[in-house]
Each structure stands twice: as C-alpha cells, then as structure tokens.
Nanobody, 123 residues
Framework: QVQLVESGGGLVQAGGSLRLSCVASGRTFSRYAMAWFRQAPGKEREFVAA????????YYADSVQGRFTISRDNAKNTVSLQMNSLKPEDTAVYYC????????????????WGQGTQVTVSS
C-alpha cells in the first residue's frame, strides 16, 4: 500500500492562504486517485477535494469551491491543496487519501491515510 505524509499546515488570519502537500511512497503513486479530507474538533470528517490519477478531473466540496485548488505532480509523487481566502470554518486537521474515483464519486482507501496537518484560521 501507499504511505502518505502531509505537511504545510499552520496558523493564518482569515483571508490568507496556505498550500498543503502530501508526499507518497510505496506502491505506484500515479495509479491512485487522491483526495483531501478534513476534520474539525467535535465534527465528523468531511470531503474537501479529489483528483483523478491523470489529474484531468477534479472535484470540490461546495464549501471550498472557488477558493481551494487540488493538483498533483506524479513525477514527484505529490498531491497539493492550494487554499485561498481562508475562513475560520476551514480550521481542521487536513488528511490526504489514496483511493479511487467511480462515477464521479471518490472511494477512500482505509489503509492509505496520512497523519494529518493542522490548519488554524483566526478571525
């Protein structure tokens, strides 16, 4: 299975930007669709964005559409999440996952999660 390590989180004021990265190792990275999820304190984990194995298809939660951009660089075994116009409600631990896209729906791989990176957005 692929192993994933997230980085790039931090503290930022509302309206600011952060770029998260997820570096993969193990099984061939380019064969997986990739996604970002987040979990805020006391809340359920929620889907943020996904990208197909080729990078040709991207999907976003309504709450981040127009503000976040997911991308991947298969040569560097990396998937990124550019987050602009950050809001306090974006505060969460962000996780990446290596899974699959079926009929425009992302299917997570329970054995392919990273450790997470904390994003905190102040008012």
């Amino acid at each position: 299975q692929v192993q994933l390590v997230e980085s790039g989180g931090g503290l930022v004021q509302a309206g600011g930007s952060l770029r998260l990265s997820c570096v993969a190792s193990g099984r061939t990275f380019s064969r997986y669709a990739m996604a970002w999820f987040r979990q805020a304190p006391g809340k359920e984990r929620e889907f943020v964005a996904a990208i197909s194995w080729s990078g040709g298809e991207t999907y976003y939660a309504d709450s981040v559409q127009g503000r976040f951009t997911i991308s991947r660089d298969n040569a560097k075994n990396t998937v990124s999440l550019q987050m602009n116009s950050l809001k306090p409600e974006d505060t969460a631990v962000y996780y990446c996952n290596a899974g699959a896209l079926k009929s425009d729906t992302y299917s997570e791989n329970p054995r392919a999660w990273g450790q997470g990176t904390q994003v905190t957005v102040s008012s």
